[in-house]
């Protein structure tokens, strides 16, 4: 399976991308804040759409913790907008469509899907700690129960601090 080459302890990538809002966001606007940077192949598919409503449906346990969460994929700025509307998601989407983000965290991999190989987003999360390094990282993560599962790493990882 693939994984990225990044390790906890790492700086995260400083990636700057616009939002589904078409606002410019970059990660290093939320220093000071823990944020799960998740990313996810394609708006509107099964799996993805599940993700990103059980992390919207967490996000405010997220904040009461001090976190932001960050869905990314290549999708563009428009797809996103009517992702979100259709779906009332409470989180904020980046696009990614020129792979920036996605190659910086070395989650752009070739993938097997029914015997084809083809170059795609491994759906990976990246929890990062106020300071912008990397925490912890989940490689080819399995949809259900992930985002609860990142939510009881970070109240972990906060009382460790």
């Not at 302890?9 to 990660?27: I, M």
């Not at 700690?129 to 990142?150: Q, R």
């Amino acid at each position: 399976m693939p994984t990225s080459s990044l390790k906890a302890g790492d700086s995260a990538p400083a990636v700057c991308l616009l939002n589904q809002e078409s606002q410019k966001t970059c990660l290093k606007d939320f220093l000071g804040k823990w944020i799960v940077f998740y990313f996810y192949p394609k708006d509107n598919t099964g799996g993805c759409t599940k993700e990103a409503i059980a992390f919207s449906e967490l996000k405010d346990q997220f904040e009461k913790e001090g976190a932001i969460i960050i869905g990314v994929s290549k999708d563009s700025v428009a797809s996103h907008q009517k992702f979100t509307e259709k779906r009332e998601l409470k989180i904020m989407l980046l696009s990614d469509e020129e792979l920036v983000a996605n190659k910086a965290f070395d989650v752009w991999q070739l993938k097997k899907f029914m015997g084809k190989e083809n170059m795609g987003t491994v759906r990976t999360t990246f929890l990062i700690d106020p300071d912008g390094n990397i925490s912890k990282i989940w490689n080819n993560v399995k949809v259900d129960g992930h985002a609860d599962a990142v939510l009881d790493e970070l109240k972990k990882q906060k009382q460790n601090k």
